[in-house]
């Protein structure tokens, strides 16, 4: 296999089952490691956590022209790594710019491990990750962050060195891991390369991100579930319609592909993600990261793809393509039932999900996905201004969303969201144009780490003309941390300081709670 071919499934299976065994590699797998420079400058990460298994992730930085490197991985009860649990070896393949997914299985559930890399002389910094706990078990508390919007130009990730305090048992991160844009004025500091066009421009923008040490040691704390939105391709695009930033590439196709090969290299997540491998993607086959996930009896945890699947904007401004706002009466196609969000085949998944005995007897039913879900009407009075992007655009999928919810008696949604770059609290509603609709859950969507917003000049206005909100801020950066309890979840959104000072403090904007079986957002 040349370093340039595009992987096959089979080839990514045997690849990742041969890692997690530790065993079975190929005949003449086995090369030197070549490399004058850290090779694991890039740190550790785990993600995909279940209640037996977790995904290990590394990449090397290698010289041009390393062939596959050999990498061993140890996961310890203990931080010396006295008493080993598992260990193996697997390959970091040229192909795979290098990186690693070790799908440890067979651990024991609901409890914390060590783990590192060896390649080489080297090894990795040490990483700290955890199983969940069996699905019928009994759970006192969850405690997770959300999170999402990171532009390398707005700011320094400060907010990941406070997050490493909140004793945290997983990071949900919404999307927007990286930008594809070369700059932004008034930046804070520039991103390397240009334009993010191609599949080595990817990689380096990644690279760049995993070389920040504070979001490397949030990585390293404790395991994620991760989702992308638009910049990990392109602002705006839709599926496999183009977005409108940047310079138009001949091949829209094999941007995608390129970043979205991309973002599995650089992502705690399992190899069947990859529904047919690498050179699926080169022809337009899907990345399947939706999933949900069980934290005992406490919680269900569903993410959610609301970018890959989604039908074109309509009637954006000046018929450009991407995103605009507009007046939904002018719109003819707006209220199109046949248009998604989340593609028909997700949102058979999802019904199918929220049908399971599950969905009821889970104290808490946590879905993560990329915006903000209510409706927000940025006009004053009679008429209508909404946003075509997010769920708004897609009005008819939303309600069929909040009827599954209804159908199913689904019990306590909770919906987690970012990209708006602001903070937005507010009741699920099952029709945003009857005031007198029921709700059916609750939301948080959160702002972003360091990418800009406009303001809260115009957050009074349109916290008035949309009442099933009840707080939002549009000025600070930052997470949220929600922790649930089999009788109350509560939020906590944390913002920094000064996201253009790298030694930004961290201070409390705003805090809730709401009951268990009582939809209803409360101040603290």
Same mark, same amino acid.
């Given at each position: 296999?040349?370093?340039?071919?595009?992987?096959?499934?089979?080839?990514?299976?045997?690849?990742? *089952?041969?890692?997690?065994?530790?065993?079975?590699?190929?005949?003449?797998?086995?090369?030197?490691?070549?490399?004058?420079?850290?090779?694991?400058?890039?740190?550790?990460?785990?993600?995909?956590?279940?209640?037996?298994?977790?995904?290990?992730?590394?990449?090397?930085?290698?010289?041009?022209?390393?062939?596959?490197?050999?990498? !061993?991985?140890?996961?310890?009860?203990? +931080?010396?790594?006295?008493?080993?649990?598992?260990?193996?070896?697997?390959?970091?393949?040229?192909?795979?710019?290098?990186?690693?997914?070790?799908?440890?299985?067979?651990?024991?559930?609901?409890?914390?491990?060590?783990?590192?890399?060896?390649?080489?002389?080297?090894?990795?910094?040490?990483? !700290?990750?955890?199983?969940?706990?069996?699905?019928? /078990?009994?759970?006192?508390?969850?405690?997770?962050?959300?999170?999402?919007?990171?532009?390398?130009?707005?700011?320094?990730?400060?907010?990941?060195?406070?997050?490493?305090?909140?004793?945290?048992?997983?990071?949900?991160?919404?999307?927007?891991?990286?930008?594809?844009?070369?700059?932004?004025?008034?930046?804070?500091?520039?991103?390397?390369?240009?334009?993010?066009?191609?599949?080595?421009?990817?990689?380096?923008?990644?690279?760049?991100?995993?070389?920040?040490?504070?979001?490397?040691?949030?990585?390293?704390?404790?395991?994620?579930?991760?989702?992308?939105? +638009?910049?990990?391709?392109?602002?705006?695009?839709?599926?496999? $319609?183009?977005?409108?930033?940047?310079?138009?590439?001949?091949?829209?196709?094999?941007?995608?592909? /390129?970043?979205?090969? /991309?973002?599995?290299?650089?992502?705690?997540?399992?190899?069947?993600?990859?529904?047919?491998?690498?050179?699926?993607?080169?022809?337009?086959?899907?990345?399947?990261?939706?999933?949900?996930?069980?934290?005992?009896?406490?919680?269900?945890?569903? *993410?959610?793809?609301?970018?890959?699947?989604?039908?074109?904007?309509?009637? $954006?401004?000046?018929?450009?393509?991407?995103?605009?706002?507009?007046?939904?009466?002018?719109?003819?196609?707006?209220?199109?039932?046949?248009?998604? *969000?989340?593609?028909?085949?997700?949102?058979?998944?999802?019904?199918?999900?929220?049908?399971?005995?599950?969905?009821?007897?889970?104290?808490?039913?946590?879905?993560?996905?990329?915006?903000?879900?209510?409706?927000?009407?940025?006009? =004053?009075?009679?008429?209508?201004?909404?946003?075509?992007?997010?769920?708004?655009?897609?009005?008819?999928?939303?309600?069929?969303?909040?009827?599954?919810?209804?159908?199913?008696?689904?019990?306590?949604?909770?919906?987690?969201?970012?990209?708006?770059?602001?903070?937005?609290? =507010?009741?699920?509603?099952?029709?945003?144009?009857?005031?007198?609709?029921?709700?059916?859950?609750?939301?948080?969507?959160?702002?972003?780490?360091?990418?800009?917003?406009?303001?809260?000049?115009?957050?009074?206005?349109?916290?008035?003309?949309?009442?099933?909100?009840?707080?939002?801020?549009?000025?600070?950066?930052?997470?949220?941390?929600?922790?649930?309890?089999?009788?109350?979840?509560?939020?906590?959104?944390?913002?920094?300081? +000064?996201?253009?000072?790298?030694?930004?403090?961290?201070?409390?904007?705003?805090?809730?709670?709401?009951?268990?079986?009582?939809?209803?957002?409360?101040?603290?």
């Amino acid at each position: 296999m040349s370093a340039g071919a595009p992987l096959t499934r089979r080839e990514v299976l045997q690849w990742a *089952m041969a890692g997690g065994a530790g065993m079975g590699l190929p005949r003449g797998a086995w090369t030197r490691l070549r490399s004058d420079t850290e090779p694991f400058a890039l740190g550790v990460a785990s993600g995909s956590p279940t209640h037996g298994s977790v995904v290990l992730w590394t990449r090397l930085l290698l010289p041009a022209g390393q062939g596959p490197a050999t990498v !061993r991985w140890e996961v310890a009860h203990d +931080d010396k790594f006295s008493r080993l649990v598992q260990t193996g070896q697997t390959q970091a393949l040229p192909g795979l710019a290098h990186s690693v997914h070790v799908e440890v299985q067979g651990l024991e559930a609901d409890r914390w491990y060590f783990y590192r890399f060896v390649a080489g002389d080297a090894t990795s910094p040490m990483g !700290r990750t955890r199983t969940f706990p069996a699905p019928e /078990a009994v759970v006192a508390r969850l405690r997770l962050a959300y999170a999402s919007c990171q532009r390398w130009e707005h700011g320094y990730f400060s907010a990941w060195r406070h997050m490493r305090d909140e004793n945290l048992d997983l990071v949900t991160f919404l999307g927007d891991y990286i930008y594809e844009y070369p700059n932004a004025s008034n930046a804070v500091r520039v991103p390397s390369g240009g334009w993010v066009l191609t599949l080595d421009d990817y990689r380096q923008r990644y690279a760049l991100h995993k070389g920040d040490v504070d979001l490397q040691a949030m990585h390293a704390a404790c395991p994620w579930l991760v989702s992308w939105d +638009d910049h990990e391709v392109q602002n705006d695009y839709a599926g496999s $319609t183009e977005g409108n930033s940047g310079q138009a590439v001949a091949d829209f196709a094999a941007r995608r592909a /390129a970043a979205y090969q /991309a973002f599995y290299e650089h992502m705690p997540v399992p190899a069947s993600v990859l529904t047919r491998a690498m050179a699926g993607l080169a022809e337009g086959a899907e990345m399947r990261i939706y999933r949900r996930l069980h934290y005992g009896r406490l919680a269900s945890l569903t *993410m959610l793809d609301a970018r890959q699947y989604k039908d074109a904007q309509v009637c $954006t401004r000046d018929g450009k393509k991407g995103s605009s706002t507009l007046n939904p009466a002018s719109c003819a196609s707006w209220n199109d039932p046949a248009r998604s *969000m989340l593609g028909p085949q997700q949102e058979r998944w999802l019904e199918t999900e929220l049908a399971r005995p599950v969905s009821r007897d889970s104290h808490w039913n946590v879905l993560g996905q990329q915006s903000l879900f209510g409706q927000r009407d940025f006009k =004053g009075g009679p008429g209508q201004v909404l946003w075509n992007d997010g769920w708004d655009g897609y009005a008819a999928a939303r309600t069929r969303l909040t009827g599954a919810l209804q159908k199913h008696g689904v019990a306590n949604p909770v919906l987690l969201g970012g990209d708006v770059h602001e903070n937005w609290v =507010g009741h699920v509603k099952a029709d945003y144009a009857d005031t007198a609709s029921p709700v059916v859950g609750v939301e948080f969507c959160g702002t972003s780490i360091t990418s800009r917003s406009a303001g809260n000049a115009r957050i009074p206005e349109l916290l008035a003309e949309n009442p099933h909100f009840l707080f939002a801020d549009s000025e600070r950066r930052g997470y949220g941390v929600v922790e649930f309890t089999p009788k109350q979840l509560t939020t906590t959104l944390r913002v920094a300081s +000064d996201v253009t000072q790298q030694d930004s403090g961290i201070e409390t904007l705003a805090r809730f709670s709401v009951q268990a079986g009582r939809p209803v957002i409360e101040k603290s």
